[in-house]
């Protein structure tokens, strides 16, 4: 068996402590639900059309990471469950959730600056095809318009600078490429959540494309505040950079 790193010593870097308190949540509450027999979120079942939970803690780990494709997809109104199909697909903050492991891309990438130290604790998926580039999203070592679509479910306000990453969204984008948005607004700062967010901010850093779909659902993600959705498309003659 692989041996379990320690948690690094406390440190005042708020960007440090952000990511202590990201990897602590994972280890501390989502990974004892997955390990109990259990799904975290706990509808994967409800995504996958009733598939029971498997008996297995790698098993329910794959079927977590399958909701979390039909979640995105299901959140965003878009229907065609072949839509990742054939694609270059980057996700923003996937966690340990699996999406970029089992989204159907040709290539699939997660981008999440504690990658490393999620596979160093054992989170990650085995025997994926998936690519982690552990770096934040911020500055993202891709060529501009090599992606078809970037995914950001529930990390624009975990990550150091929204603005930044949704420029760095775009420029890796080619014409025509999709971007999925789903981020909480109008929540109090927290040590995981250090931005508030408001929709016009993010509609403001996505102003040269296209909102081809926006809503509201119930749950924030934090608890607090209020979800928004929203899919946006660069025009088909755009150019990233
Ligand atoms: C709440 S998790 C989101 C998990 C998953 N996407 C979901 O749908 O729930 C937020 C993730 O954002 C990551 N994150 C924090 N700062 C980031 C940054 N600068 N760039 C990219 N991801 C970042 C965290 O490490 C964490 O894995």
Request: charged share 25%; proline share 8%; glycine share 8%.
């Amino acid at each position: 068996m692989r041996p379990v790193p320690r948690l690094r010593p406390r440190s005042c870097n708020p960007v440090a402590v952000k990511h202590d308190a990201e990897l602590r949540w994972w280890l501390d509450e989502w990974l004892p639900v997955l390990q109990a027999g259990g799904f975290n979120p706990g509808d994967a079942s409800e995504l996958l059309d009733g598939e029971p939970a498997a008996p297995t803690y790698e098993g329910r780990r794959w079927q977590q990471a399958r909701a979390e494709v039909r979640r995105v997809l299901k959140e965003a109104a878009i229907e065609d469950e072949s839509f990742f199909d054939g694609k270059v697909v980057v996700d923003i903050g996937p966690g340990p959730l699996g999406f970029p492991d089992a989204c159907p891309a040709r290539v699939s990438i997660g981008v999440d600056p504690l990658a490393e130290r999620y596979r160093e604790h054992g989170l990650l998926l085995e025997g994926s095809d998936a690519l982690y580039l552990s770096v934040g999203a911020e500055s993202i070592p891709l060529t501009s318009g090599s992606v078809d679509v970037v995914v950001a479910r529930n990390s624009l306000d975990h990550v150091d600078d929204p603005q930044a990453v949704l420029s760095e969204a775009q420029r890796l984008l080619r014409p025509g490429g999709t971007l999925i948005l789903n981020f909480d607004v109008d929540h109090a700062p927290t040590a995981t959540e250090p931005h508030a967010l408001t929709s016009e901010r993010v509609r403001d850093a996505v102003r040269d494309m296209t909102i081809v779909h926006e809503a509201t659902p119930d749950q924030p993600h934090g608890g607090a505040g209020q979800v928004v959705v929203m899919v946006a498309r660069t025009t088909m003659s755009s150019r990233g950079g």
